[in-house]
């Protein structure tokens, strides 16, 4: 599989949001393979985290966001589950749960509940070390900041915003994945 290619499929008509897609997805591409390397412990798929990272944000394309390009119809906070969808589509049933599960540091049902969040009520949290690899470095790079990498202090300040549930899924995170 190559990521760039199936990125360019559903992007060719908006190459400017295909080209913030893919500086953002290099650069938790990036990260992440760094992770994978600092921590062969952890016995995780190089291959899957480079094409899983390379597409996790594959369902901005059919979002409203015009800060960055996108000119879809879905509410932004739907962007994993539209990659989702794309994924699946494509015969990507691995790669799917990835993009439905990085949003914040995953959703629960509680906390779609809580802040009425337009996504179905069940629980988007990543599970396997692949899809909490792909959401702890995604929390370091931004799409309307290319130019920058958060800081951990700044990625808990952003986090306890929404609730203390995903700061301490964070710092687990971090626990393990620090490099």
Not at 32 to 58: G, K, S
Not at 59 to 85: K, Q
Not at 153 to 178: M, P, Q, S, T, Y
Request: aromatic content about 10%; overall charge negative.
């Amino acid at each position: 599989m190559n990521p760039e290619e199936l990125i360019h499929k559903y992007y060719e008509k908006n190459p400017r949001c295909e080209e913030i897609l893919l500086t953002h997805s290099r650069q938790v591409t990036e990260m992440v393979l760094e992770i994978c390397d600092h921590h062969p412990e952890l016995a995780m798929d190089r291959q899957f985290l480079y094409e899983a990272a390379m597409l996790h944000d594959i369902g901005i394309i059919r979002c409203n966001a015009p800060s960055i390009s996108c000119f879809g119809e879905e509410p932004y906070i739907r962007h994993g589950i539209v990659g989702a969808e794309i994924l699946r589509e494509e015969g990507f049933p691995e790669h799917a749960r990835v993009a439905e599960r990085h949003t914040g540091t995953g959703l629960t049902v509680s906390e779609i509940e809580r802040q009425q969040l337009p996504l179905p009520h069940r629980d988007f949290s990543p599970e396997t070390l692949e899809e909490q690899a792909i959401c702890y470095a995604d929390k370091f790079y931004s799409k309307s900041h290319l130019d920058e990498q958060k800081t951990y202090e700044r990625i808990l300040k952003n986090l306890d915003w929404f609730g203390h549930e995903g700061v301490e899924r964070f710092c687990h995170w971090h626990e393990i994945f620090a490099i």
